[in-house]
């Protein structure tokens, strides 16, 4: 039964659509950052996006998503270039979910899904392939009776049981039982970690948190003078990587971890608390921003709010201002005369940002290794500093 329930993805570039909705609580600038965000989502996945649709509508049709004319508009795009899969911006309900299938008859996914994909994908050890298999269950578990519509006789009536609907209440069993055996290995796993934690001696232990894809595992490398996988692609690490890194005469433990993301499936932020465990127990965070993104404030904020969740937020915190080199790009590719797109300088940036975050801030470039020794500086004193406090009476050497 394993097999049925894995989510997979052709190792082929499949075609796709995207769909997405306008509401008071979402402009339409807004919708077109999240699609741009959607269609990265798409393409580290592996699919090709031919298309976006959107509709500006009140709140969602509980039935389709979006409107019954714009569902026609996109059954015949579908229809007419052979496309392989529509992908909607916000999750949605199993009967959405049926229902658009049925309409559409090809396959249909959710940002949810979508991102859980990319995720099994990306799992390297067990424990990441553990977080994202629980997820992945909980997710399936409420949508199971789409999966059996091809077996359905009749609707209703006595006597009238259709073998896809015993089916069903076979599958939830197993799939149940198999969520109860995930969480007790979780539960162990999350123990051994626990243990790891504790037993890493007396230093100093620092987390690069940050949105995903602003380059904190380029910096990592740098730091800790290793290879972690990084690329220039979406939740590129997933596994939690933990390294003993001296600056100077001052030892202190460094850990990449898993980048946050808007609307990230609930199932998934449950599934990898134990991840997230770096974060709550580090002492010090290096909140990496990739400046040159026109959203950085939004991504922050974003940030932000989960720290918050996991109770981190007030810990001390090193802001880093990454991909300088690229903002400048932008900056220079501008027509000076076009004040509506005037972007602040490098400087004007700095003097501003230092001013308004009340926390040591630094701009730097970890590809291009441009004001790495200024950031080593930073972290230097404020790891000495949170070092003496929590171990006064351990020297430096």
Known sequence: MKEKFQFTSEQKQETCILAGIITQHQTEDQLTE????????AQTAGAITLKRFWQKLPHPNPSTFLGRGKIEEMKQ?????????????????????????????????????????????RARTAHARTQVELAQYQYLLPRLTRMWTHLERQKGGIGMRGPGETQIETDRRIILDKIALLKEKLKKIDKQKATQRKNRGQLVRVALVGYTNVGKSTLMNILSKSEVFAENKL???LDTTVRKVVIDNLPFLLSDTVGFIRKLPHHLIESFKS???????????????????PQFEDHMATVNETLKDLNALDKPTILVFNKIDAYQEKINQLDPTDLEHHMPTLDEMKKTWMAKSGQPTVFISAAKKINIDELKKVMYNEIKSMHLSIYPHKLLW
């Open 34 to 41: 999240y699609l741009d965000e959607l269609e990265f989502l």
């Open 275 to 293: 991840t997230l465990d770096e974060v709550r127990e580090a002492d010090v965070l290096v909140h990496v921003v990739d400046v040159s993104h």
């Open 77 to 121: 795009f579908v229809k007419e270039n052979d496309v392989d899969m529509v992908i909607f911006d916000d999750e949605l309900s199993p009967s959405q979910l049926r229902n658009l299938e049925k309409i559409f008859e090809t396959k249909v996914l959710d940002r949810s899904n979508l991102i859980l994909d990319i995720f099994a994908k």
């Open 235 to 237: 939740f590129a690490t």
